[in-house]
């Protein structure tokens, strides 16, 4: 008895642990900036603002694509990477290769491009594209994005594909319900690194709409 009550306790308090880590890791991460035009309980729109991603593109399955999209990313921000450097027109001419480390962003973003999906890494508010560093990677470039009306509905629970797909149709039908229009391809949005637990998750759809009828 005294060992069972003694796991549930180590359980609880490792639950609490990772809800408070989370939140700090969370309030820590910067995200892009939006403001919330309408509420309805898991549902939101959203008006976000222009932001910059580091983007790459990747064959392969829904479920298996995220991970090489993340890596190639990843490295970027890690230093596999070169800034961009004015030099002045003196003799001799050097150049020292250098890196930078890019601060994580939320949220990964995952979207359908054509036969392929489109990963995405947020970039941090005080870089502009002229300032960010090169990536070394030839198949990640950098965008810049339009500020954009987006629908959203947010969940926790595993990567799933049927995690995904059932509730961007809860969305879909929100959005039909609301009499708003969807003008552009869901974007599948990940906040949380892989050893969070599947509970504790953030994760969300989100729509580009219009919402004149």
Known sequence: MTQLLFKCLFLILLTM????GGEKCAVAIEEVPYTVIEQNGDFEVRQYSPHIVAE???D????????????????????????????????PVSQETQSEKIAMTAPVGQEKS??????????????????????????IRLKQEPG???????????????GY?????????????????QNGDPVWARYNPPF?????RRNEILIPVDTHN
Request: glycine fraction near 8%.
């Open 17 to 20: 642990s990772l809800i408070i």
């Open 56 to 58: 790459t593109t990747v």
């Open 148 to 162: 954009r009306l987006m629908a959203t509905v947010r969940y926790s629970g595993t990567w799933s594909r049927k």
């Open 196 to 200: 969070m637990p599947w509970f504790l």
């Open 165 to 181: 797909e059932d509730n961007k149709k809860r969305l879909l039908a929100w959005i039909e319900k609301q009499g708003f229009k």
């Open 114 to 139: 054509g036969d392929r999906w489109r990963i995405t890494f947020v970039m941090p508010a005080k870089y502009a594209l002229d300032t960010l560093p090169e990536p070394v990677d030839s198949r």
């Open 60 to 91: 392969g399955a829904f479920d298996q694509v995220g991970s090489e999209g993340f890596r190639r990313l990843a490295g970027y921000i890690n230093g596999e990477n070169q800034p961009k450097q004015s030099i002045a027109m003196t003799a």
